[in-house]
């Protein structure tokens, strides 16, 4: 396991690449998924500086607070409410440029002006999380922060995949 993060300037999608080579040798041969969760989370705070990053669990019909970087956050969120429910709900990723402008939205932080939710599936394609981003900036997240998110969440979850398959 590698434990220092190298920190890549350039484009978005190069720092995402260079973070990506870098999950595969950190999480190499870790399968605890709080683990693999908690350094997911803070290498993304590291390489990008967000409000807040960290993940929820699914616990029978709610999310549960999993591990983060950032402020005190909401502990508990239920199916389809908000947007990490939401994406939970509609098994997808939300991409939400004004936090306000979203129906249902739950404000954990005022700060919070954008945001990115990823699901995390097992490997029958089952929703068992989400990853959560939080920007203080109004439309810090597109598309392509929606792909390399969902890239980045197969690496952290493909250790959990293969221990229980």
């Known amino acids: 396991m590698a434990e220092t993060l190298v920190i890549e300037a350039g484009s978005k999608a190069e720092r995402y690449a260079s973070l990506e080579c870098q999950l595969v040798a950190l999480l190499d041969g870790e399968h605890d998924e709080i683990a693999r969760m908690a ?4 290498a993304l705070q590291q390489t990008f500086g967000w409000l807040w990053i960290g993940f929820y669990r699914v616990v029978g019909e709610q999310l549960v607070l999993g591990p983060f970087q950032g402020p ?5 969120i ?7 429910g ?3 709900a509609r098994n997808e990723t939300l991409v939400v440029p004004d936090v306000d402008a979203f129906p249902g939205h739950i404000a954990c932080s005022s700060l919070s002006c954008s945001e990115v939710v990823v699901p995390l599936h097992d490997a029958a394609g089952k929703v068992t999380g989400v990853l959560d981003v939080d920007s203080t900036e109004l439309a810090t997240f597109d598309q392509e922060d929606g792909y390399w998110l969902e890239r980045l969440m197969a ?3 493909a250790a959990k995949i293969e221990a229980t398959v």
């Open 155 to 157: 690496v952290m979850t």
């Open 86 to 88: 939401g994406a939970w």
């Open 39 to 42: 350094n997911t989370a803070a």
């Open 72 to 76: 005190i956050a909401c502990t508990r």
């Open 78 to 84: 239920a199916f389809g409410k908000g947007v990490c």
